[in-house]
C-alpha cells in the first residue's frame, strides 16, 4: 500500500465512523461512504480504509480494490490548490496537451504529483463539459477556460500569496 | 411566469458559471433593485441554452432578444437600455456570419433554425431550481394520466410504439427493455438512470439534468409504473457537481408535492428515487459494471445473459435507461406515441441531442431529428470549422466510435447508417478535427484513454489495448513498419471480437476507423517518416528559411536549449541534434524564418 504513513487521532476514527453509521454501515454504501470519508480528508491513506473496513464489515482488500479502481478516489494527499488539467477530447484537439506541458514545467511536477511546498497538485480529468471553454483549466472549484500556454504563470500567480 | 413584463433568462449551466453567470444573475438583480423595476422584471437562472461557443448567454422575454458573451459589466446597460428605455444592446447581439448583421431573435439564429428540442424541452426555458416552472410547462402530467388511466402492459406499448432507442449509444428499444424487464417476476424490482456520462468531449446528459431535472424523474415514476418498481436510482459522476445539486432539489421538491413518494396522485403507486454516485470510472457506462459499482463494488463488467432486466441490481430485475432517453418519455405520452413516431426516419425515431465540440465555430449542445445530415449539423448548425481551416472529420460516439470524413458529411445521422459507415451514434459527443489534426495521434489519444479505463478484468482489452497504443507510438514516432500496419488491424479485430464488454469490443473502433479513412496518413508516417498535420514531434525538423532570415538573434535568445547559433545579422542555423521540438523560436520569430518540415 501506500508508503505515506499517518496516525489518525480519536476525533478523526470518530468522524469516520460517524460517516459510516450514516449509512447505516452498509457495505452496500461502499462508494458514498468513501466520498464523504475523502471530502473529509482529502484522500484516502491506508489507516482511513482500515477504519471503514472494520465498520462496514468488509475485508480491507476489497477497500483497496475499490479506491484503487475509481480515478476520483486518491491515497496521496492533493496539494492546497489542486490543479486540473482537462484532457477531454474537446480540449484535446484545441490544445490541452501543450497547456499540461506548460503547467509541468512551470511547477516542476508530474501529472498525479504535489509540489514539495504541498501548494500545488497536478492531475488531468476528463471532460468537465464546459467544451464551449475549451480547453479548460480547474484550480481548487475555480474553472479557466480558453486557456494558452501563455496564460499559465498568470494563472498561477493568483495563488502565489496564500 | 405571467405577472412580470419582462423574464431575464440567463444560462446557469457548467460552462456559464465558469464563465461568472452567477454575478451576472446578481448584478442584473442589482440594477433592477435600484432602478425599482423588482415588480416588473424577474431574473431567472435556466439550464443551458445550447450556444456554448457564445456564452454567457442572457436571453430577454418576451420579445425573445438573445445576448451573447455577456459579462457581470454589461448587467447595467442592459438594465438601462433594454428594461428602462425598450432599446436593445446592439453590441452584445448575436452577428450572423454571413450577413454581419446582428440578430436579434434567437428563432432566426442559424444554430437553432434546424433544431428541434424535445429532449432539451425546458433546458434555457425554466429555473431548473423551481418545481412550479416545470410543472407550468406540463411536467408531471404524462405521469398523472399514466397512473389514471393506463395498466403496466399499455404503458409499455405506448413506448414500444413510439420507436424510442435508447439514446446511451447501443439503440436497444427501449419499449421492449421496459417489457422484459415488466415480464419478469420478483418481489422488488428497480429502475435505473444511467448519468455516467463518461465519453470525454460529451455533455448531453449533463445539461438535461442541470437544465429540466423533473423530466428525468417523471419519466423513471412512469418507467416504475410499467414495469411494476417501487424504487429508482440514479448513478451520476461525482464530476458533476452541480447536476448532483438540483437534483436533490427536484426530488425533495417532487417529494413534498407529492409527485414521488407514498401513494402517488392517489393511485395507491409508490416511487422512491435515491442518487448514486460514481467515483470516475469509464466503464461502469456499461450497464452491468454500473450495477456492480451501486453495489459498492469495482465495476467490473459481467457476461450478459443474464441481462439487467431478469437479474440485475442486488440480483433483482433492473431496467437501465439513459437520462436522454428517459427525457423523451414524458413527451411521448403526452403528445403521443404517433406523434413522436412520425419524426426523425424509418429505423431511427425522434430527434438526438449532440455535444458538437472541437474545432468548430459554434460549439454547444443541439438538438435534431434523426436523419439530419453530418453536413446539416456541421456547417449550418455549427457554423463551419473555426478560422476558416478546412474540414478533416468528425468523431462520433467518443473512445467506441470512429472517425467519419468528407465523404461521409451526407450521411443522414441514424443509429445504423453510422455504424455501416465505421463509427456509431454513441451517447453524443461531436467532435470536429481540422486540417491540423494527425488522425494517428487521434487514434492514439483514444487509445491511452481506453488503456487507462480499462478495468483489466479480461485480457484481450487488458493486453491487447496496451499493445495497440504501443504500435501508435511507434507509429507517430517514424518508427514503425509496414508490419506495424499488418498487425495493427489483425489485433484490432481479435479485440474486437473477444473482450468481454462493450468497452473491449469497441476499444479498436477509432484506430479502425482512421485507418480505413486515412490510410494514407498512416502510409506517410512508416514509409515518409511525414505527419502532414505537423503534430508528431519526432517527425518533424524547424528549419531557418535562409531567404526570410534577418540574424536578429531572437530566436537563438529564447531556445530553452540553446540549439540555435549564429552571429548578429547573420544567418542562424538550428541544431537537430538538440532541438526539442517545442516550438519557441517560430514563435518568437517575426520574420516568418522558421518552417516546419
Same mark, same amino acid.
Given at each position: 500500500?501506500?508508503?505515506?504513513?499517518?496516525?489518525?487521532?480519536?476525533?478523526?476514527?470518530?468522524?469516520?465512523?460517524?460517516?459510516?453509521?450514516?449509512?447505516?454501515?452498509?457495505?452496500?454504501?461502499?462508494?458514498?461512504?468513501?466520498?464523504?470519508?475523502?471530502?473529509?480528508?482529502?484522500?484516502?491513506?491506508?489507516?482511513?480504509?482500515?477504519?471503514?473496513?472494520?465498520?462496514?464489515?468488509?475485508?480491507?482488500?476489497?477497500?483497496?480494490?475499490?479506491?484503487?479502481?475509481?480515478?476520483?478516489?486518491?491515497?496521496?494527499?492533493?496539494?492546497?490548490?489542486?490543479?486540473?488539467?482537462?484532457?477531454?477530447?474537446?480540449?484535446?484537439?484545441?490544445?490541452?496537451?501543450?497547456?499540461?506541458?506548460?503547467?509541468?514545467?512551470?511547477?516542476?511536477?508530474?501529472?498525479?504529483?504535489?509540489?514539495?511546498?504541498?501548494?500545488?497538485?497536478?492531475?488531468?480529468?476528463?471532460?468537465?463539459?464546459?467544451?464551449?471553454?475549451?480547453?479548460?483549466?480547474?484550480?481548487?472549484?475555480?474553472?479557466?477556460?480558453?486557456?494558452?500556454?501563455?496564460?499559465?504563470?498568470?494563472?498561477?500567480?493568483?495563488?502565489?500569496?496564500? | 411566469?405571467?405577472?412580470?413584463?419582462?423574464?431575464?433568462?440567463?444560462?446557469?449551466?457548467?460552462?456559464?458559471?465558469?464563465?461568472?453567470?452567477?454575478?451576472?444573475?446578481?448584478?442584473?438583480?442589482?440594477?433592477? +433593485?435600484?432602478?425599482?423595476?423588482?415588480?416588473?422584471?424577474?431574473?431567472?437562472?435556466?439550464?443551458?441554452?445550447?450556444?456554448?461557443?457564445?456564452?454567457?448567454?442572457?436571453?430577454?422575454?418576451?420579445?425573445?432578444?438573445?445576448?451573447? +458573451?455577456?459579462?457581470?459589466?454589461?448587467?447595467?446597460?442592459?438594465? $438601462?437600455?433594454?428594461?428602462?428605455?425598450?432599446? +436593445?444592446?446592439?453590441?452584445?447581439? !448575436?452577428?450572423?456570419?454571413?450577413?454581419? =448583421?446582428?440578430?436579434?431573435?434567437?428563432?432566426?439564429?442559424?444554430?437553432?433554425?434546424?433544431?428541434?428540442?424535445?429532449?432539451? +424541452?425546458?433546458?434555457?426555458?425554466?429555473?431548473?431550481?423551481?418545481?412550479?416552472?416545470?410543472?407550468?410547462?406540463?411536467?408531471?402530467?404524462?405521469?398523472?394520466?399514466?397512473?389514471?388511466?393506463?395498466?403496466? @402492459?399499455?404503458?409499455?406499448?405506448?413506448?414500444?410504439?413510439?420507436?424510442?432507442?435508447?439514446?446511451?449509444?447501443?439503440?436497444?428499444?427501449?419499449?421492449?427493455?421496459?417489457?422484459?424487464?415488466?415480464?419478469?417476476?420478483?418481489?422488488? =424490482?428497480?429502475?435505473?438512470?444511467?448519468?455516467?456520462?463518461?465519453?470525454?468531449?460529451?455533455?448531453?446528459?449533463?445539461?438535461?439534468? @442541470?437544465?429540466?431535472?423533473?423530466?428525468?424523474? @417523471?419519466?423513471?415514476?412512469?418507467?416504475?409504473?410499467?414495469?411494476?418498481?417501487?424504487?429508482?436510482?440514479? !448513478?451520476?459522476?461525482?464530476? !458533476?457537481?452541480?447536476?448532483?445539486?438540483?437534483?436533490?432539489?427536484?426530488?425533495?421538491?417532487?417529494?413534498?408535492?407529492?409527485?414521488?413518494?407514498?401513494?402517488?396522485?392517489?393511485?395507491?403507486?409508490?416511487?422512491?428515487?435515491?442518487?448514486?454516485?460514481?467515483?470516475?470510472?469509464?466503464?461502469?457506462? *456499461?450497464?452491468?459494471?454500473?450495477?456492480?459499482?451501486?453495489?459498492?463494488?469495482?465495476?467490473?463488467?459481467?457476461?450478459?445473459?443474464?441481462?439487467?432486466?431478469?437479474?440485475?441490481?442486488?440480483? =433483482?430485475?433492473?431496467?437501465?435507461?439513459?437520462?436522454?432517453?428517459?427525457?423523451?418519455?414524458?413527451?411521448?405520452?403526452?403528445?403521443?406515441?404517433?406523434?413522436?413516431?412520425?419524426?426523425?426516419?424509418?429505423?431511427?425515431?425522434?430527434?438526438?441531442?449532440?455535444?458538437?465540440?472541437?474545432?468548430?465555430?459554434?460549439?454547444?449542445?443541439?438538438?435534431?431529428?434523426?436523419?439530419?445530415?453530418?453536413?446539416?449539423?456541421?456547417?449550418?448548425?455549427?457554423?463551419?470549422?473555426?478560422?476558416?481551416?478546412?474540414?478533416?472529420?468528425?468523431?462520433?460516439?467518443?473512445?467506441?466510435?470512429?472517425?467519419?470524413?468528407?465523404?461521409?458529411?451526407?450521411?443522414?445521422?441514424?443509429?445504423?447508417?453510422?455504424?455501416?459507415?465505421?463509427?456509431? $451514434?454513441?451517447?453524443?459527443?461531436?467532435?470536429?478535427?481540422?486540417?491540423?489534426?494527425?488522425?494517428?495521434?487521434?487514434?492514439?489519444? !483514444?487509445?491511452?484513454?481506453?488503456?487507462?479505463?480499462?478495468?483489466?478484468?479480461?485480457?484481450?482489452?487488458?493486453?491487447?489495448?496496451?499493445?495497440?497504443?504501443? $504500435?501508435?507510438?511507434?507509429?507517430?514516432?517514424?518508427?514503425?513498419?509496414?508490419?506495424?500496419?499488418?498487425?495493427?488491424?489483425?489485433?484490432?479485430?481479435?479485440?474486437?471480437?473477444?473482450?468481454?464488454?462493450?468497452?473491449?469490443?469497441?476499444?479498436?473502433?477509432?484506430?479502425?476507423?482512421?485507418?480505413?479513412?486515412?490510410?494514407?496518413?498512416?502510409? *506517410?508516417?512508416? *514509409?515518409?517518416?511525414?505527419?502532414?498535420?505537423?503534430?508528431?514531434?519526432?517527425?518533424?525538423?524547424?528549419?531557418?528559411?535562409?531567404?526570410?532570415?534577418?540574424?536578429?538573434?531572437?530566436?537563438?535568445?529564447?531556445?530553452?536549449?540553446?540549439?540555435?547559433?549564429?552571429?548578429?545579422?547573420?544567418?542562424?542555423?538550428?541544431?537537430?541534434?538538440?532541438?526539442?521540438?517545442?516550438?519557441?523560436?517560430?514563435?518568437?520569430?517575426?520574420?516568418?524564418?522558421?518552417?516546419?518540415?
Amino acid at each position: 500500500m501506500s508508503s505515506i504513513k499517518v496516525k489518525l487521532k480519536e476525533k478523526d476514527i470518530a468522524k469516520i465512523q460517524e460517516i459510516c453509521k450514516s449509512f447505516d454501515n452498509k457495505p452496500g454504501d461502499l462508494i458514498n461512504v468513501l466520498h464523504k470519508v475523502q471530502g473529509e480528508f482529502g484522500y484516502l491513506p491506508a489507516e482511513v480504509q482500515e477504519v471503514v473496513a472494520e465498520n462496514l464489515n468488509v475485508s480491507l482488500a476489497k477497500i483497496y480494490g475499490v479506491v484503487t479502481f475509481y480515478s476520483f478516489f486518491t491515497m496521496i494527499p492533493k496539494g492546497k490548490h489542486p490543479v486540473s488539467i482537462c484532457t477531454g477530447t474537446a480540449c484535446y484537439v484545441r490544445g490541452a496537451e501543450k497547456v499540461l506541458e506548460e503547467f509541468k514545467k512551470e511547477l516542476g511536477i508530474k501529472v498525479g504529483e504535489s509540489t514539495p511546498d504541498g501548494k500545488f497538485s497536478l492531475t488531468c480529468l476528463r471532460c468537465v463539459g464546459a467544451c464551449g471553454l475549451a480547453p479548460v483549466v480547474q484550480v481548487g472549484e475555480k474553472t479557466y477556460g480558453r486557456i494558452a500556454p501563455d496564460d499559465v504563470k498568470n494563472i498561477l500567480a493568483e495563488y502565489e500569496d496564500n | 411566469m405571467a405577472n412580470y413584463k419582462y423574464h431575464l433568462l440567463v444560462c446557469g449551466g457548467t460552462g456559464c458559471k465558469a464563465s461568472e453567470s452567477d454575478r451576472i444573475v446578481n448584478m442584473l438583480n442589482n440594477e433592477i +433593485r435600484e432602478n425599482g423595476l423588482s415588480s416588473d422584471a424577474k431574473v431567472v437562472t435556466t439550464g443551458c441554452f445550447g450556444f456554448c461557443e457564445k456564452g454567457p448567454i442572457v436571453k430577454v422575454l418576451p420579445d425573445n432578444t438573445f445576448y451573447t +458573451r455577456v459579462t457581470p459589466e454589461d448587467s447595467k446597460e442592459i438594465v $438601462m437600455e433594454h428594461l428602462v428605455k425598450g432599446r +436593445r444592446v446592439e453590441r452584445l447581439l !448575436y452577428v450572423d456570419p454571413e450577413t454581419k =448583421k446582428h440578430i436579434t431573435d434567437s428563432k432566426h439564429m442559424g444554430f437553432y433554425q434546424k433544431q428541434i428540442r424535445i429532449a432539451l +424541452r425546458n433546458c434555457g426555458f425554466i429555473d431548473p431550481e423551481n418545481i412550479d416552472e416545470a410543472i407550468s410547462r406540463d411536467a408531471y402530467i404524462a405521469l398523472g394520466n399514466v397512473l389514471a388511466g393506463m395498466t403496466p @402492459e399499455e404503458t409499455c406499448n405506448v413506448v414500444k410504439e413510439s420507436g424510442l432507442r435508447g439514446r446511451g449509444g447501443g439503440g436497444f428499444p427501449t419499449g421492449l427493455k421496459w417489457e422484459i424487464t415488466r415480464k419478469s417476476q420478483a418481489d422488488q =424490482k428497480y429502475v435505473v438512470c444511467n448519468a455516467d456520462e463518461g465519453d470525454p468531449g460529451a455533455f448531453m446528459d449533463r445539461s438535461i439534468l @442541470e437544465g429540466d431535472p423533473h423530466a428525468v424523474l @417523471e419519466a423513471m415514476a412512469i418507467c416504475g409504473w410499467a414495469i411494476g418498481a417501487t424504487k429508482g436510482l440514479i !448513478y451520476i459522476r461525482a464530476e !458533476y457537481p452541480l447536476a448532483i445539486k438540483r437534483l436533490k432539489i427536484a426530488i425533495d421538491q417532487a417529494m413534498e408535492y407529492g409527485l414521488l413518494g407514498k401513494d402517488i396522485f392517489g393511485s395507491g403507486f409508490d416511487f422512491e428515487i435515491e442518487l448514486r454516485y460514481g467515483a470516475g470510472a469509464f466503464v461502469c457506462g *456499461e450497464e452491468t459494471a454500473l450495477i456492480h459499482s451501486m453495489e459498492g463494488s469495482r465495476g467490473e463488467p459481467t457476461f450478459k445473459p443474464p441481462f439487467p432486466s431478469v437479474e440485475g441490481y442486488l440480483g =433483482k430485475p433492473t431496467n437501465v435507461n439513459n437520462v436522454e432517453t428517459f427525457a423523451n418519455i414524458p413527451v411521448i405520452f403526452n403528445k403521443g406515441a404517433k406523434w413522436f413516431a412520425s419524426i426523425g426516419t424509418e429505423r431511427s425515431k425522434g430527434t438526438k441531442v449532440f455535444a458538437l465540440a472541437g474545432k468548430i465555430n459554434n460549439v454547444g449542445l443541439i438538438e435534431v431529428p434523426m436523419g439530419t445530415t453530418l453536413r446539416e449539423v456541421i456547417f449550418e448548425i455549427g457554423g463551419g470549422i473555426k478560422d476558416g481551416k478546412a474540414f478533416k472529420a468528425v468523431q462520433t460516439g467518443g473512445p467506441s466510435g470512429g472517425c467519419l470524413t468528407q465523404k461521409h458529411l451526407d450521411t443522414p445521422i441514424e443509429y445504423d447508417t453510422l455504424i455501416e459507415a465505421g463509427s456509431m $451514434m454513441g451517447s453524443g459527443g461531436m467532435i470536429v478535427m481540422d486540417e491540423d489534426d494527425c488522425m494517428v495521434s487521434v487514434a492514439k489519444y !483514444y487509445l491511452d484513454f481506453t488503456v487507462e479505463e480499462s478495468c483489466g478484468k479480461c485480457s484481450p482489452c487488458r493486453i491487447g489495448n496496451k499493445r495497440l497504443h504501443e $504500435m501508435l507510438e511507434t507509429i507517430t514516432k517514424g518508427e514503425g513498419t509496414m508490419e506495424t500496419l499488418d498487425k495493427l488491424k489483425t489485433l484490432s479485430h481479435v479485440i474486437k471480437d473477444t473482450s468481454l464488454c462493450g468497452l473491449g469490443q469497441t476499444a479498436p473502433n477509432p484506430v479502425l476507423s482512421t485507418m480505413d479513412n486515412f490510410w494514407e496518413e498512416y502510409l *506517410e508516417h512508416v *514509409e515518409g517518416h511525414k505527419c502532414r498535420a505537423g503534430s508528431c514531434k519526432s517527425l518533424m525538423q524547424y528549419i531557418i528559411i535562409p531567404e526570410n532570415c534577418v540574424g536578429c538573434t531572437a530566436c537563438a535568445r529564447n531556445c530553452p536549449v540553446n540549439c540555435i547559433s549564429g552571429e548578429r545579422k547573420q544567418l542562424h542555423v538550428i541544431d537537430q541534434t538538440v532541438c526539442i521540438k517545442c516550438g519557441t523560436c517560430m514563435e518568437k520569430c517575426k520574420f516568418n524564418a522558421i518552417e516546419i518540415v
